[in-house]
């Protein structure tokens, strides 16, 4: 299964206001002053909530096979909680997607959580960082999707990138709810604990959800469910240094195998132990039960590589990493890859096959989607349209990408089945605003959200025609 192909709710929906949608945390974020370039927000985004017959028709013409999205808990429940009411309005507007979506031959993918929590959730009980309650409400709300959505639609993702919703959101502060409030407590580590806690609890909530699909959907229905985790390759500033190798492992660990050890052997990385102690949860043998094997499938998303080189003894910078220098430059002084939009992010194709193949090896071979992977190219938003279309870079990243995915698949025998480009258009990119467009479509923000395909667009349809066959 291949897409050109992919959204977000908060990221192109726009209409906060409409149909009875509640707000999210980051309608609320939004508002802060300093969090989001140029004072962004996502009221009016790509306005697809009135024009998804259009992104639909789109996505027809570019030939893509499944579209994944993400569905706006507070679109559906207002209020987010277990005893608030179901907004049917809301809900029939996915409903009608999915309807619209399956009539254009297109498989859609659905991920129920990709960081828009209801905004009342986190003022009522603080969110994500109370296990009891956030569990329960999240598993109302999965009922509530299921019960309408599962006989027809077949790919599920509980959540997407826990690690940014736990180290972005409540400890550097950069995405909602933009927590940094427990930073340089303890003179061991930064002393966060609330990442951990909000990580363990989203595992938790994930399992809990699986089970329910497993036991009550999955029979009557089919379908899969898996969570999708966020990775970049890790490369050791110098090769011939054991202490950069090992670096290399933290971060991985640190970033990957967080959410995707207790998933697939039942307990949290050693690294992580080692360096956090206590202020990682304890797992209880019923979580454990719930978590352990609850993927069917691994959901990644990938966007580059960096070099990575130890830095114990500075850990108030980079305990969420797992006490690791980020430089994208190696010791001879060579750059992992050109310059993009985005600071983070360095383009390597070879690193994505890299990945393909640890992800592979540590967790015995599993079906590996990739949910995610797409670049932003420097300058493009002061282009004038006509260049800004010729997106020659997005291609060029595209098209080593995707060959890099075809070799690990063919040769290195890595079970990898679908993939899906970030993204099918140019998007709120959350604190980075509309500065910086990942889109295969333009969309012209100053005249109605129009939009417009670039080379990028035409190039995917031939690039997936080439290298991956249905399904
Ligand atoms: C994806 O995350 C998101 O899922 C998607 O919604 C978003 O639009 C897309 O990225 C493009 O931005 O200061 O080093 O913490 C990708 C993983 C992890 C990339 C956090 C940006 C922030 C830079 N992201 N990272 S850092």
């Not at 980051?26 to 802060?32: N, P, S, V």
């Not at 987010?80 to 029939?92: A, I, K």
């Not at 550097?172 to 990580?199: C, Q």
């Not at 194709?349 to 079906?367: E, H, M, T, V």
Request: proline share 5%.
């Amino acid at each position: 299964m291949a897409s050109l192909s992919f959204t977000t709710s908060y990221q192109i929906e726009g209409a906060v206001d409409e149909d009875g949608r509640g707000p999210s945390i980051w309608d609320a974020f939004c508002t802060k002053p300093g969090k989001i370039a140029s004072g962004h927000n996502g009221d009016v985004a790509c306005d697809s909530y009135h024009r998804a017959e259009e992104d639909i028709a789109l996505l027809k013409r570019y030939g893509a096979m499944a579209y994944r999205f993400s569905i706006s808990w507070s679109r559906v429940i207002p209020f987010g909680g277990r005893n608030d009411p179901v907004n049917e309005q809301g809900l029939q507007y996915y409903i009608k997607l999915v309807d619209n979506l399956l009539a254009a031959g297109i498989t859609p993918l659905i991920a129920l959580f990709h960081w828009d929590l209801p905004d009342e959730l986190d003022k009522r009980y603080g969110g994500l960082l109370n296990k009891q309650e956030f569990v329960a409400d999240y598993v109302n709300y999965a009922r509530v999707i299921f019960n309408a959505l599962s006989p027809k639609v077949k790919y599920w993702i509980t959540f997407n990138e826990p690690w940014c919703s736990s180290v972005l959101g409540y400890n550097t502060g950069m995405l909602a709810p933009g927590r940094t409030s427990d930073r340089s407590k303890s003179p061991e580590g930064d002393g966060a604990t609330e990442p951990w806690i909000v990580g363990h609890n989203l595992l938790v909530a994930h399992g809990t959800v699986v089970k329910i699909f497993r036991e009550e959907y999955q029979p009557l229905y089919g379908g899969e469910i898996g969570i999708t985790l966020n990775g970049d390759w890790a490369e050791p500033w110098d090769p011939e240094s054991a202490a950069d190798v090992e670096a290399c492992d933290r971060r991985m660990e640190f970033a990957i195998s967080w959410f995707a050890d207790p998933i697939y052997f039942g307990h949290y990385p050693k690294t992580m132990i080692a360096q956090l102690g206590n202020r990682l949860p304890q797992w209880t043998d019923k979580e454990v039960a719930l978590v352990k094997d609850s993927n069917d499938f691994f959901g990644m998303n990938h966007y580059c590589s960096t070099f990575v080189k130890t830095e114990i003894g500075k850990p108030e910078r980079t305990d969420t990493v797992g006490n690791v220098d980020i430089l994208l430059q190696n010791k001879a002084g060579e750059w992992i890859g050109p310059e993009t939009q985005s600071t983070w992010l360095r383009p390597s194709a070879i690193g994505f096959r890299k990945l393909l193949n640890w992800l592979s090896d540590r967790y015995g071979q599993p079906k590996i989607y990739v949910t995610e992977n797409g670049t932003s190219v420097k300058g493009e938003n002061d282009l004038p349209l006509e260049q800004a279309l010729k997106d020659d870079f997005r291609v060029q990243y595209f098209e080593d990408y995707i060959g890099a995915m075809a070799e690990a698949y063919t040769y290195d025998k890595v079970n990898v089945r679908a993939y899906m480009a970030w993204s099918m258009m140019d998007n709120f990119e959350w604190a980075e605003g509309y500065e910086t467009r990942f889109g295969v479509t333009f969309i012209d923000y100053q005249n109605n959200q129009k939009r417009y395909p670039k080379a990028s667009a035409t190039a995917m349809s031939n690039i997936f025609a080439k290298y991956i066959k249905n399904p």
